[in-house]
């Protein structure tokens, strides 16, 4: 079935080390989405891109590395990682027309954990 | 910086009961959407509202978005434990960029 997949959906790491989440589209969605999701902050936004090759910071992007070489691809990079980047990173898609966002399509999530 | 306050954090009640989860912000959105998520996965879209003054219900759930695209209102009628799950509001700006703003969300649950 096409959608969105996220993988690892789980990754346990130690700090320092370098890791990359991945995400894939099938939809050829202009838009891309990665968000953190923790206890007493809701979805914060990390990184974005509106098409291939275009990406821009969000919220909280330090720490973090993206590339979109291709429309169905948008990898996340923990250059290296710390305890802090402990969390649920969610991957998101959207297609917009105009003034109207058609909303998000999320994946699964990837808990990842930094000891 | 734009923020979507959610109200409450929090909600346990009884199946059968009806309930009303508030979003609200100082700022004008286009549109806005109610995502509901459950354990382990990911938020899934419930409902877009781009009208000010627009009601639209999806069975038991109707969602309000304000007169002057500020604030939303999410209710729900004779709620299941099926319901149960974790509601976020989100909001889009008329600036283009396809990003949305979240809520920090309202945790409900409903207890047989």
């Known amino acids: 079935d096409a959608g969105i997949t996220q993988s690892p959906r789980y990754k346990i790491t130690e700090t320092g080390r370098q890791v990359t989440l991945m995400c894939h589209q099938t939809?050829?969605?202009?838009?891309m989405f990665w968000y953190r999701q923790d206890l007493g902050h809701g979805l914060r936004l990390i990184y974005y891109?509106?098409?291939?090759?275009?990406?821009d910071k969000g919220e909280v992007p330090d720490g973090y590395v993206v590339s979109r070489s291709k429309t169905e691809n948008f990898p996340l990079t923990l250059e290296s990682a710390t305890r802090s980047q402990t969390s649920v990173y969610f991957c998101?898609?959207?297609?917009?027309?105009?003034?109207?966002?058609?909303?998000?399509?999320f994946g699964s999530g990837t808990r990842l954990t930094v000891v | 910086t734009q923020l979507l306050e959610q109200s409450p954090q929090f909600l346990s009640i009884q199946e059968g009961e009806n309930l009303t989860v508030y979003c609200n912000s100082s700022s004008v959105f286009s549109s806005l959407q109610w995502y509901r998520q459950e354990p382990g996965e990911g938020p899934v879209l419930l409902v877009t509202v781009v009208t000010g003054g627009e009601v639209k219900k999806l069975k038991r759930l109707t969602f309000q978005f304000g007169d002057a695209r500020k604030d939303s209102s999410l209710h729900i009628t004779a709620a299941q434990p099926g319901d149960t799950g974790l509601y976020l509001c989100a909001g889009a700006t008329s600036s283009n960029t396809g990003k949305l703003i979240f809520g920090q969300g309202t945790t409900l649950q409903v207890k047989p």
């Open positions: 891109s509106a098409a291939a090759d275009i990406t």
């Open positions: 939809w050829s969605h202009s838009y």
């Open positions: 998101a898609s959207s297609e917009r027309v105009g003034i109207l966002n058609y909303g998000y399509t």
